[in-house]
């Protein structure tokens, strides 16, 4: 079974730029979506950004838009994910997801959308 690992996490000051990696081990990743959320303590886990793994369309949480960008390698069944302008409210452990199937609606922003998770990665921004 196809298992997700991310990494990269960290501690930054704001400002200052990190890339979040998330590879898919066991087997070569062949669903529909990948996508990155993070765990905020009142709200759960939260939307930051997905991409159709099959056509590389990508959708964006407002929180993140233009300051962090979503991307894959389907050679290496990788997805990343690259924060610039960090700020503190960034601050969150960071969980790559999967969803091995197309969504009626286009990219799923739900987090019970996706059947596939990583154990998560800590990224903390101090001001």
């Known amino acids: 079974q196809a298992q997700l690992i991310e990494s990269g996490g960290g501690s930054v000051q704001a400002g200052n730029s990190l890339r979040l990696s998330c590879s898919a081990s066991?087997?070569?990743?062949?669903?529909?979506?990948m996508a990155w959320f993070r765990q905020d303590p009142m709200k759960g886990r939260v939307f930051v950004a997905a991409?159709?793994?099959?056509?590389?369309?990508?959708y964006y949480g407002d929180s993140v838009k233009a300051r962090f960008t979503i991307s894959r390698d389907n050679a290496k069944s990788a997805l990343y994910l690259d924060m610039t302008s960090l700020r503190p409210e960034d601050t969150a452990t960071y969980y790559c997801?999967?969803?091995?199937?197309?969504?009626?609606?286009?990219?799923?922003?739900?987090?019970?959308?996706?059947?596939?998770w990583g154990q998560g990665t800590q990224v903390t921004v101090s001001s």
């Open positions: 066991g087997r070569p990743f062949s669903g529909a979506y």
């Open positions: 997801a999967a969803r091995s199937t197309e969504h009626e609606y286009g990219i799923p922003v739900a987090a019970g959308s996706y059947d596939l």
């Open positions: 991409i159709n793994w099959n056509y590389g369309s990508t």
